[in-house]
């Protein structure tokens, strides 16, 4: 498992769909969609102590990347891709 919680925590994630209805109207749920689906938006962050090391471990397991880690303002980013098109930043900060 990748080192990016401490010992003894559990991660859980609840994924859901961006339509209309209680959080979003029909103009602002199709907006986000198509942000999302550009990679120009997305909801998870994973923070990490070495995204170097995570980012290999994964990347060897077979996760693939729309990032390799770089340097950014905030820290250090790696963003990785579920199989449904979902994506997730991995971070450490500086």
Same mark, same amino acid.
Do not use: H
């Given at each position: 498992? *990748? $080192?990016? @919680?401490?010992? &003894?925590? $559990? @991660? #859980?994630? +609840?994924?859901?769909? *961006? *339509?209309? &209805?209680? @959080?979003?109207?029909?103009?602002?749920?199709?907006?986000?969609?198509?942000? +999302? /689906?550009?990679?120009?938006?997305?909801? &998870?962050? +994973? /923070?990490?102590?070495?995204? !170097?090391?995570? !980012?290999? #471990?994964? %990347?060897?397991?077979?996760?693939?990347?729309?990032? #390799?880690? %770089? =340097?950014?303002?905030? &820290? +250090?980013?790696?963003? @990785?891709?579920?199989?449904?098109?979902?994506?997730?930043?991995?971070? =450490?900060?500086?």
């Amino acid at each position: 498992m *990748v $080192n990016c @919680l401490p010992r &003894g925590q $559990n @991660l #859980e994630i +609840i994924l859901m769909p *961006v *339509v209309e &209805g209680m @959080l979003f109207n029909k103009q602002s749920a199709k907006t986000m969609s198509e942000l +999302i /689906k550009k990679g120009t938006l997305g909801f &998870g962050v +994973i /923070k990490c102590k070495d995204v !170097y090391a995570a !980012y290999e #471990e994964l %990347r060897s397991k077979g996760v693939g990347f729309k990032k #390799e880690p %770089r =340097q950014t303002p905030f &820290g +250090i980013e790696a963003v @990785l891709c579920d199989d449904s098109g979902n994506w997730f930043s991995l971070q =450490q900060n500086n």
